[in-house]
């Protein structure tokens, strides 16, 4: 079996991927597997960012956005949705000083609406903490829907139209993409899907218009620094055209 660091080792380092996203998928199924509730399958989920996000460090990727909770997940039962948010904010608490040491700023991608005064509170400590530091971002998917911020940006930009700020014509992509949770973040490098499926589910619709995507039939909880490492070698073997020819 390939070892993480015999991979890793051989990756272009001119080549890593700047912005990877990932849709974290298979916290239930690996629950069900292991005779465990769902949330002990989420909680397995979220200690598996901590080494994926070190992954990343470790190679230089600059931005990792991470699916952590969607506009669908709505429809979930409410002992789940609770669940995830506790997660969320235990995640927020525990992990934000760490990531503050290793230079590392949280981002927030998605809306505050609806979600309990107390997540909110939790998200905003761990931005406000993290918020000047350089090394690299972690941007949270959490009450996120890419038609949602599509339709978000469409109202800011009709807004300003008829303020008579901005002119239907000079409505382009570059202003549009201005418009959306994380404009600096607009362009997706790689796509990771876990646990074999081959969907979109809503995410990030916009900023994925030409990322490599890879899905892994790993489940997320078992995700490995070496599976990583393996879908950045899958990336550095392909070449991006962005429509055009070599
Ligand atoms: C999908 O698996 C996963 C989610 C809906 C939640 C993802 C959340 C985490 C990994 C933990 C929180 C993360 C952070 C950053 C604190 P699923 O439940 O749909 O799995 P299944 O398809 O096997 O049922």
């Known amino acids: ?4 660091q ?3 080792a051989l990756l272009d380092k001119d080549k890593i991927p700047r912005h ?5 998928d298979g916290n239930g199924r690996w629950a069900e597997r ?3 509730s769902r949330i002990e399958g989420h909680e397995a989920g979220a200690r598996n960012v901590k080494e994926i996000t070190e992954a990343c460090q470790e190679l230089g990727v600059k931005v990792l956005t991470l699916y952590a909770f969607s506009t669908e997940n709505w429809r979930r039962s409410k002992q789940e949705i609770d669940s995830l948010f506790h997660l969320m904010g235990r995640y927020m608490k525990q992990y ?3 990531l503050h040491k290793t230079n590392v700023r949280l981002l927030h991608m998605g809306e505050n609406q609806g979600l309990p005064e107390k997540t909110i509170e ?3 400590k761990g931005l406000e903490l993290t918020k000047d530091n350089q090394n690299m971002d972690v941007c949270v998917g959490f009450n996120y829907g890419g038609r949602r911020e599509i339709v978000r940006a469409a109202r800011q930009i009709a807004d300003a139209v008829q303020a008579g700020t901005l002119s239907p014509e000079d409505i382009t992509e570059e202003v549009f993409a201005q418009h959306l949770y994380l404009p600096e973040h607009s362009e997706v490098d790689l796509l990771i899907r876990t646990s074999g499926e081959f969907r ?3 995410f990030m619709l916009w900023q994925i218009s030409y990322s490599e995507i ?3 039939p790993t489940l997320w909880p078992d995700f490995s620094k070496d599976d990583f490492y393996k879908a950045i070698r899958d990336y550095q073997s392909r070449l991006r055209r962005f429509g055009g020819r070599p």
């Open 1 to 4: 079996m390939e070892k993480a």
């Open 6 to 8: 015999d991979i890793a």
């Open 20 to 24: 990877v996203a990932i849709i974290m």
């Open 34 to 36: 292991q005779g465990k």
């Open 96 to 98: 934000s000083g760490q």
């Open 122 to 124: 939790d998200i905003q």
């Open 200 to 202: 979109i589910s809503n």
């Open 214 to 216: 890879v899905v892994s």
